[in-house]
């Protein structure tokens, strides 16, 4: 299969595998599996799709961050616990 010239495209999909920290190739090819499954053909309609799988990731991105952040709070009980090696 050839892959997509577009620049855009290609701009986009590196931004979603930046997000996502994964290859190039396998944000093209993440983004390539769910086209064939929505039926999307057209290279305006593959850019759309790896925007909405950007601020999905974005999102996603965000909610794991706080998450952590809360997991990292130490508990008003434990605040001067140490541990001795």
Known sequence: MAGIRDRDFLTACARLASCLNL???AARQRVDVQAR???LRDT???LALVERL???AKQ???QQ???LDDQLEALESEAYFLTED
Request: glycine share 6%; hydrophobic share 20%.
């Open 60 to 62: 996603d991105q965000q």
């Open 23 to 25: 290859s190039a190739a």
């Open 65 to 67: 961050e706080a998450r």
């Open 54 to 56: 950007l601020e999905e």
């Open 37 to 39: 499954k929505e039926g």
């Open 44 to 46: 305006q309609e593959k």
